[in-house]
């Protein structure tokens, strides 16, 4: 039974520029939350989709959106890079009641 | 404010001996807890949560407790191994129970010597 899976695993890219990073929720899975953890800090909530809808949003500015598709994998989205945009991206995936699941994260290097 | 935050940034212990990682909370309305394992190079891994209507949970080696009184949440792990060698998060909630929106401290690294 395959966890959560994100991809990439790292990724480089210059100020201005725009990613897309997915995420495969664990099998039974229906909701999908998303975090930015910066360097020697914990994970920070971006937001969460649950029935393709955003369901909850932390801080974060528009640049920051997303996606959940039919068979609720995710998209998180950045347009406009920063180079405070460097973090690791971390995907979580969970069914009501149960603990939120992380994947290992897509490394995201701003240049 | 929303903050969760942790007494010691660093833990040593022997290998064997039991470790305890404490964590402090601040809102009183919280209504989930949890704690992750983050190894280097890899995500947060679930350990053991609790539910702010219970005042403490077992799982195999770890135990977590609850005092709402003073807002504290803590983690004992027995008989500690290298393996645990880790950074560990303690995380809430403030609505949403297991669902809700994680709020993470800073983490507390945690070092077994042989």
């Known amino acids: 039974d395959a966890g959560v899976t994100q991809s990439p695993t790292h990724l480089i890219k210059t100020r201005g520029q725009q990613v897309t990073l997915r995420c495969s929720p664990k099998s039974g899975h229906d909701t999908v939350s998303w975090y930015q953890q910066a360097l020697g800090q914990g994970p920070q909530f971006i937001f969460q989709y649950y029935e393709e809808e955003e369901r909850q949003r932390g801080n974060f500015p528009d640049r920051f959106s997303g996606h959940q598709f039919p068979n609720y994998s995710s998209e998180l989205n950045v347009n406009a890079l920063l180079l405070g945009d460097s973090a690791l991206y971390l995907c979580a995936s969970s069914v009501s009641g149960q603990p939120q699941h992380f994947g290992d994260g897509t490394r995201l290097s701003i240049l | 404010g929303e903050s969760v935050g942790l007494h010691l940034p660093t833990l040593s212990v022997q290998e064997g001996d039991n470790s305890i990682i404490n964590c402090a909370y601040s809102n009183s309305a919280s209504d989930y807890f949890i704690w992750y394992k983050q190894e280097s190079g890899k995500g947060p891994q679930f350990i053991i949560d609790i539910r702010s209507n219970m005042d403490k949970r077992q799982g195999q080696r770890v135990t977590v407790l609850l005092n709402k009184t003073v807002k504290h949440l803590s983690l004992q792990i027995a008989a500690t191994q290298p393996g645990d060698s880790a950074v560990y998060f303690c995380?809430?909630?403030?609505?949403?129970?297991?669902?809700?929106?994680?709020?993470f401290g800073k983490g507390t690294k945690l070092s077994v010597k042989p």
């Open positions: 995380a809430e909630t403030l609505y949403g129970g297991s669902q809700g929106n994680l709020i």
